[in-house]
Nanobody, 122 residues
Framework: QVQLVESGGGLVQAGGSLRLSCVAS????????MGWFRQAPGKDRDFVAKINWRGDMTYYGDSVKGRFTISRDNAKNAVYLLMISLKPEDTAVYYCAAGLSYGEVDASPNFRGQGTQVTVSS
């Protein structure tokens, strides 16, 4: 089992930035690919970004490419999401997720956190 705890969400004006963090516990963090998802009220879950266990492969959803950056620090059991040039449509609950397969962590992660709210005002 892997426990994931997100932090760093909040209220920010359009054009601003936030850095989300997710700390993992319960298993060897470097075994897992990590991902970020988001879900806005009344909408389906949206894939945001993923990163492989070593941190040298990343992939982003089309709506965040060029604005968001995923990174990880295996020594700290943490994955991060740096978000810049935020837009009101980025408003959502952001979740981190862990999966044993980089290829599948975006479609079917093994574990997911409780989420952190990001609100972008116009």
């Amino acid at each position: 089992q892997v426990q994931l705890v997100e932090s760093g969400g909040g209220l920010v004006q359009a054009g601003g930035s936030l850095r989300l963090s997710c700390v993992a516990s319960g298993d060897t963090f470097s075994r897992y690919a990590m991902g970020w998802f988001r879900q806005a009220p009344g909408k389906d879950r949206d894939f945001v970004a993923k990163i492989n266990w070593r941190g040298d492969m990343t992939y982003y959803g089309d709506s965040v490419k060029g604005r968001f950056t995923i990174s990880r620090d295996n020594a700290k059991n943490a994955v991060y999401l740096l978000m810049i040039s935020l837009k009101p449509e980025d408003t959502a609950v952001y979740y981190c997720a862990a999966g044993l397969s980089y290829g599948e962590v975006d479609a079917s992660p093994n574990f997911r956190g409780q989420g952190t709210q990001v609100t972008v005002s116009s």
